[in-house]
């Protein structure tokens, strides 16, 4: 769960020009790299990919279903349908976009199975215990924290109620530090509309600080 | 991050093979040579039970004491324009570009929209130009066109769908373009085959199965390509 405090500057001051939050991410060249060489046959790279997207697949699975444990499984899916098309691989495209798309399009055939798509991808009930140490240690004093922590599950639970492709178009732009382009191969759909849905995300979360911002 | 976790994914990823991207290569050619046998086949045996096995033919008694003959360089003509065609759907449909997750939904609609437009257009066209070709042939409703398209497009469309393997995007759609691409080089064969330019014959019996094998594309499409959990 991203800390309270990510989430405010986030949501606030979001990137110039709409373009999202582009962070410098060394895995990305890793995988591309490993991707490689596992099409061309060097089994060994697939412990390199592994290590490559394991962690950032994990995070955007787990958001996307709050259950660790289905998370993982999913992960292990998104890896193994990578390893048995391996041999299609285009040289020189770039995996991440690739494997998310394969990571969502499996959490919606997965929620679609068990009927329970809402929940699957509700961020609903978040865990009062899980604010992170580092929102924790900005903490004034126990009203702040308390204040933090409602103010964290009400945007969770408005991102929760979000139409998923908006929710994801946020997640992508967001947390996974996709630029437009590449949210928009994951979601399958143009830069326009992905710009349109990370927007209407964006107000709403706001529309939600704003009122807790009235309230207090 | 669990090392156990790691463990069990490498463990199950040595477990299943997967071919490389040569025996891909090598899958892909020995694809596209089933493809082209088996639309060469099917139009071969077809012709060859319709029509004695005339594979060009190039008119027909229209009615009594009315011949119609095309000419060879139209019959080339709107042929070689119709491969143009198939050349650009196969292109659409087998190509996925620089990105694994294949075309844009733009570039599909669009092919989807302009391939069979095109053909017809074209088809007309030069027809039109010909005068007397677009001449009424009622007694031609289509339906021998129908099925040869349909016949000889059906093993180049397994064909492409087995060459795609997986479409994590839009596996109907690419399953539509694919059955337009089978139908487009099925309409080359039947632009040979078939001398009737008659504008209902011509959407009876060339058209029409473009539809019918592009909803097959789909169908297919969305059952094969379309990723699921195992």
Redesign the interface.
């Known amino acids: 769960m991203p800390d309270p405090s990510h989430t405010l500057q986030e949501i606030t001051d979001p990137a110039p020009g709409g373009e999202g939050v582009r962070r410098v991410d060394p895995n990305v060249n890793g995988a591309d790299a490993a991707m490689q060489r596992y099409?061309?046959?060097d089994?060994a790279a697939?412990?390199d990919l592994?290590?490559a997207l394991?962690?950032r697949l994990?995070g955007f699975l787990h958001n996307a279903t709050r259950d660790r444990g289905v998370a993982?499984d999913?992960?292990?899916?998104t890896?193994?349908?990578m390893?048995?098309?391996?041999?299609?691989?285009?040289p020189?495209?770039?995996?991440m976009?690739?494997a998310f798309?394969?990571a969502r399009?499996?959490t919606i055939?997965?929620a679609r199975?068990r009927r329970v798509e809402r929940r699957i991808f509700s961020d609903a009930a978040a865990d009062d215990d899980q604010v992170t140490s580092a929102a924790a240690a900005a903490m004034v004093n126990a009203d702040d924290l308390l204040h933090a922590r409602r103010l964290e599950r009400r945007v969770q639970q408005r991102l929760a109620a979000l139409p998923e492709n908006q929710r994801s178009a946020y997640r992508l732009l967001q947390q996974e530090g996709f630029s437009l382009k590449e949210a928009a191969?994951?979601l399958?759909?143009?830069v326009t509309a992905v710009k349109l849905r990370a927007h209407r995300a964006y107000e709403a979360l706001r529309a939600v600080l704003r009122e807790a911002g009235e309230a207090t | 991050m669990s090392a156990a976790l790691r463990m069990r994914v490498l463990a199950a990823a040595a477990a299943e093979a997967s071919p490389t991207r040569s025996e891909i290569k090598r899958r892909g050619i020995f694809l596209g040579m089933i493809a082209a046998a088996s639309g060469m086949g099917a139009f071969m045996i077809f012709a060859g039970l319709v029509s004695g096995g005339t594979l060009v033919r190039l008119g027909g008694e229209v009615a009594p004491q009315q011949h119609l003959e095309r000419s060879l360089w139209l019959v080339s003509t709107t042929a070689g324009g119709a491969l143009a065609f198939a050349a650009t759907a196969l292109w659409l449909a087998l190509g996925r570009g620089r990105s694994m997750l294949g075309r844009s939904r733009r570039w599909l609609l669009y092919g989807s929209v302009l391939i069979p437009i095109g053909l017809l257009a074209w088809k007309v066209g030069w027809s039109m130009a010909f005068g007397d070709e677009m001449m009424a042939w009622p007694e031609r409703l289509g339906l021998r066109c129908l099925w040869l398209s349909v016949v000889v497009a059906v093993g180049p469309l397994l064909a492409f769908v087995a060459m795609r393997q997986s479409a994590p995007l839009r596996p109907a759609l690419n399953g539509t373009v694919m059955g337009l691409a089978a139908g487009a080089c099925a309409w080359v064969a039947v632009d040979l085959w078939c001398p009737v330019a008659y504008l209902p014959h011509l959407l009876l019996g060339h058209v029409l199965p473009l539809f019918v094998l592009a909803g097959a594309g789909a169908l297919l499409g969305q059952a094969v390509l379309s990723l699921r959990r195992r």
């Open positions: 099409a061309d046959g089994d697939f412990a592994y290590d394991a962690p994990i993982e999913l992960m292990q899916q890896l193994l349908q390893h048995r098309t391996r041999g299609t691989f285009i020189g495209a770039p995996v976009p690739w798309a394969i399009r499996l055939d997965s199975r191969e994951v399958g759909t143009s």
